[in-house]
């Protein structure tokens, strides 16, 4: 009998908190691992659960690892780091299946095995808040703080590529000696293929002393300098006919993919690859098919598909990301690939018909789902809808309601479904499920 205050941990959140029980009621637990026995001290009481910290490890987890990041605890990006990477991933497991048996009311056929990639310097994309310290006349270039919006004081990070983690103390010095220090609230890196761009936000036009100082920086570091005055839109190189050819490629698909620092790709070039690889495995494309890429971003996947299939449509919301994508399939000698602008989560029935018929669908909506989609893909006629999709999902909640319209509205089976390990260390679960008519 366990008293009062020392606890067995069963499972684990997302949120990397143990959970565990006690008089009835859930206890999560930060700092707690599945398996351990730990002492705890409850700082939060609720009338369904508590929520306390460890205060002492009687008995440890065989999956605890020491963290490698010296910022863990403070800084709030990499919550699982001291889990091993494996145990990691079947956690991420277990809240897919979770998610899809207590919403979706159902389980796979086939539980796909896990896709990994590499578990350090693999983010490719990130966002640096920037905060000028008066107190302390400083600057701080990182992430926030675990649960704050303090900046976390951060010297380097192990999940950033090395040469982009190598400049978060020079951006610091950088800020620091330009006009307007305060003025400057966040620079976005994003790297292509033998480059990296900083995208710098200032709210006060930056003197002929501040460029001087940015192109010095760029030339010494080998990157170089987006700037955005105001919105998105107003994005553009500091020096334009210097600017480099920003792309990632797809080696199987013997592809570039052109983006702007400021598009949305995915951060993991690596697992990226392997995504879009098991992605055209499990549609099955065929020669005649013609195949929609819903929420197709850049196209990712769209130009892909281009390779193995008659025609392939791709459909976003965002115009410039179907300018993008247009851009891109042009520059692949691509013509077969069409791309319309369609707001999919207001999408109807009558909509989707005015696209004509879809042999095989490709979904990657982001994290809010794609409800609208699922439900007019089921208010079409049986032999009107796509035979085989793969759902492509960055938040299993969502994908597990749109699992419940497709399969108990739509008569679709669950074939198969599995996780993909794209953000170590983090508790964000990204995953792929393939349905069947």
């Not at 067995?8 to 908190?17: F, G, K, P, T």
């Not at 994508?325 to 707001?343: D, S, V, W």
């Not at 699922?374 to 009107?384: D, I």
């Not at 319209?405 to 508790?427: D, E, Q, R, S, W």
Request: aromatic residues 8%; glycine residues 6%.
């Amino acid at each position: 009998m366990l008293s009062d205050d020392v606890l067995q941990v069963e499972s684990l959140d997302l949120e990397a908190r143990g959970i565990s029980r006690r008089d009835g009621k859930v206890v999560f637990i930060e700092g707690a691992l599945p398996s351990e026995r730990v002492t705890i001290n409850t700082f939060r009481r609720k009338p369904s659960y508590d929520v306390g910290h460890v205060v002492k490890i009687r008995r440890e987890s065989s999956t605890r690892v020491k963290p490698r990041c010296e910022h863990f605890g403070v800084c709030g990006g990499c919550v699982m780091q001291h889990l091993e990477p494996s145990a990691q991933v079947a956690v991420k497991q277990r809240a897919l299946e979770d998610a899809l048996q207590h919403i979706g009311k159902t389980r796979p056929e086939r539980v796909l095995p896990a896709l990994h990639g590499p578990y350090w310097g693999y983010r490719y994309r990130a966002r640096f808040a920037v905060r000028w310290v008066a107190k302390k006349d400083t600057v701080l270039v990182g992430f926030h703080e675990r649960k704050s919006s303090f900046v976390a004081d951060i010297k380097t990070c192990h999940v950033l590529p090395p040469h982009v983690a190598a400049l978060l103390m020079p951006l610091r010095d950088l800020v620091m000696n330009l006009s307007a220090p305060d003025r400057f609230p966040q620079i976005e890196a994003s790297v292509g293929e033998g480059v990296t761009a900083l995208v710098l936000r200032h709210l006060v036009p930056l003197t002929v002393k501040d460029l001087g100082f940015l192109r010095e920086f760029a030339a010494r570091h080998s990157i170089q300098w987006w700037l955005q005055p105001h919105g998105p839109e107003t994005v553009a190189p500091l020096d334009p006919d210097q600017a480099q050819f920003l792309h990632y490629t797809l080696p199987e698909f013997g592809l570039e993919m052109p983006f702007k620092p400021t598009d949305f790709t995915q951060v993991n070039h690596q697992i990226n690859r392997v995504l879009v690889s098991r992605a055209l495995t499990l549609l099955e494309p065929q020669a005649q098919d013609r195949i929609a890429d819903m929420f197709c971003g850049l196209g990712n996947f769209t130009l892909p598909l281009a390779t193995r299939c008659r025609e392939v449509v791709g459909v976003e919301g965002s115009e410039t990301l179907t300018l993008r994508a247009r851009e891109a399939a042009q520059h692949a000698g691509i013509e077969h690939a069409q791309f319309e602008t369609l707001n999919l989560f207001e999408v109807t029935a009558e909509w989707l018909a005015e696209l004509g018929y879809f042999d095989r669908m490709l979904i990657d909506p982001p994290r809010e789902g794609a409800l609208a989609l699922c439900q007019a893909l089921t208010n079409l006629p049986k032999s009107y809808r796509p035979v085989r999709i793969v759902y492509v999902s960055c938040n299993p909640a969502t994908l597990a309601r749109d699992t419940a319209i497709l399969l108990h509205a739509g008569g679709y089976k669950l074939k198969a479904a599995g996780v993909v390990n794209m953000f170590p260390h983090t508790g964000h679960v990204e995953s792929i499920a393939v349905f069947e008519s």
